[in-house]
T-cell receptor
Framework: NAGVTQTPKFQVLKTGQSMTLQCAQDMNHEYMSWYRQDPGMGLRLIHYSVGAGITDQGEVPNGYNVSRSTTEDFPLRLLSAAPSQTSVYFC?????????????FGSGTRLTVV | EDKVVQSPLSLVVHEGDTVTLNCSYEVTNFRSLLWYKQEKKAPTFLFMLTSSGIEKKSGRLSSILDKKELFSILNITATQTGDSAVYLCAVSFLDSNYQLIWGAGTKLIIKP
């Protein structure tokens, strides 16, 4: 099915470990982004990309890295996991001319850092 | 500081009731307000509102924006158990094509 695919769905990390959350879309969307969702708070933008080779920081980028080598993939790397990074992570994409609305979201990754 | 506030935080009603969800905002350079529905996982797009007073409608759902009083409402009539979800609103900006500010959401539970 077309859409945004995130893996893994669940992950438990120990403090200090690193990992990569995967995000892939098959809709040829130029814009891709990563959000985190915490209880009682809105979605917060971590990093985004408007095309292959172009990335930029969002509202809460510290502790995360991204790269965009292809249009389809936009992985999110946690360099040294901390308990404060326990959250649900969503990847979203959209065509560049619909960037202010109409996002397609992945189903999320629930990350727990212990 | 830009902010988006949704109320109530949670709401429990019976099937068939009508509900009104609120989203107020304080932002500079407002462009549009978006409503999303989040069931178990991924948020799905409902409406985008840019002009005051123009109602957007989709089935039993409708929404309207008041740019003078800086809020939007989402109405759901004749609610069904399938309407149970978290409803999110977000605001986009004229001076930033890539940033949205999101509210914390309203959790709506429809009892049979």
């Amino acid at each position: 099915n077309a859409g945004v695919t995130q893996t893994p769905k669940f992950q438990v990390l120990k403090t200090g470990q690193s990992m990569t959350l995967q995000c892939a879309q098959d809709m040829n969307h130029e814009y891709m982004s990563w959000y985190r969702q915490d209880p009682g708070m809105g979605l917060r933008l971590i990093h985004y990309s408007v095309g292959a080779g172009i990335t930029d920081q969002g509202e809460v980028p510290n502790g995360y890295n991204v790269s965009r080598s292809t249009t389809e993939d936009f992985p999110l790397r946690l360099l040294s996991a901390a308990p404060s990074q326990t959250s649900v992570y969503f990847c979203a994409s959209t065509p560049i001319d619909r960037v202010n609305y109409g996002y397609t979201f992945g189903s999320g990754t629930r990350l727990t850092v212990v | 500081e830009d902010k988006v506030v949704q109320s109530p935080l949670s709401l429990v009603v019976h099937e068939g009731d009508t509900v009104t969800l609120n989203c107020s905002y304080e932002v500079t350079n407002f462009r549009s307000l978006l409503w999303y529905k989040q069931e178990k996982k991924a948020p799905t797009f409902l409406f985008m509102l840019t002009s005051s007073g123009i109602e957007k409608k989709s089935g039993r759902l409708s929404s309207i924006l008041d740019k003078k009083e800086l809020f939007s409402i989402l109405n759901i009539t004749a609610t069904q158990t399938g309407d149970s979800a978290v409803y999110l609103c977000a605001v986009s900006f004229l001076d930033s094509n890539y940033q949205l500010i999101w509210g914390a959401g309203t959790k709506l539970i429809i009892k049979p």
